[in-house]
């Protein structure tokens, strides 16, 4: 929809840093569209940053700027199911920004439809997943609305736009901008410099948060079937509250930094440092309530479902209805997986303590493990172990092969 001076008018995904600021500038100045920018907040900027984030981009020239919550959203159709399912990419990542960046872009395209806007922009470069992720999107909830994308299709370096902005009377701290930083609910994401070189990790400077805690304290997590509800004591009645308070205690002492290395949509192999205090030390808590909660077969089949989960919300497929069937069935899962886990922070690592819950399935009315047997006698196990057996000892007297066998 053109506006009365016949500009065409472009919604762009803005989060205040050195690509999506090369946008709005690029997007006005050579392109010649009405520039409107919006920033779809996954609970990772506080009221002040985000009025940061405003006045950039109208000092850059967009025409409006709207910061769009979506953090109680973002919770409740994502971060709870990655909670449920222990979801860590590779055994390490909380898969933060692939996550969010869904529930961002189902938020941009609708505002973008609601302000009757020609076309979408994002910042995205073209050797990353994000551009994947709001693409994807995109074209599935408004097929028909122009997507532009100046950092992706101009394959620009951090210099040239940096230069480009100053040339355009537009000077920032540009020191700040050079590590590409994603904050979210979920956790922080940092790239640049050291992450694109094998050999080396990321210096102390470029994390956010600082590490200030140096003696050891205790920190209880309270879940009510599968959701942390308290902190050390408190309950709050919101799952999000009882994550940013997870974060502030944990991130204070350096816990939950790490480099995840694994495999992208596109097909290289992709490396990024991030610190999640919160959803490492939640994940840790939750997985071992879970052991004394859930069943050998929820355990497996969980498990299994949960890693195909986490592929699919980390390659865009978010969308596709299988998720709703998997999220039905990783809920279901945790009915009784209720109680309290205590945790030992220190400095960069936490010791888990132990756990107290009703529904503790090492109810030692049954047994005491390695103990004293209740529930069954000595010949029931003799017996157990002789049909146990059968299997083998007819595989073996078959084939005319023996366990000791060397061939």
Known sequence: MSTENNKKKVLLAFSGGLDTSFCVKYLSEDLGYEVHTAIANTGGFSDEELKVIEEKAMKLGATTHTTLDVTDEYYNKSIKY???GNVLRGGVYPISVSSERIFQAIAIINHAKAIGADAVAHGSTGAGNDQV????????????????TPTRDLTLTRDYEIDYLRRHGYEADFKKMEYSINKGLWGTSVGGKETLDSSKTLPEHAYPSQVT?????????EFKKGEPVGVNGVIFENPVDAIREIESIGSKYGI???????????????????EAAAPVLIIAAHKMLEKHTLTKWQSYWKEQLSTWYGMFLHEAQYL??????MEKFIESTQEHVTGTVEITLRPYSYTLVGVVTPF?????DFGEYGEVNKAWTADDVKGFTAIMANPMKIYYSVTGKHSSSND
């Open 360 to 364: 503790d399935l090492m109810n030692n």
């Open 133 to 148: 992720r709001f693409d994807l999107t995109f074209k599935v909830l408004a097929p028909a609305m122009e997507i532009i």
């Open 213 to 221: 805690a140096t003696e050891p304290s205790t920190l209880t997590i």
């Open 256 to 274: 939950g930094r790490d480099m995840h290395i694994g495999d992208t949509i596109i097909g290289i192999k992709g490396r990024v440092g991030f």
């Open 82 to 84: 990655m909670i449920a």
């Open 320 to 325: 596709d209805p299988v998720m709703r069937d």
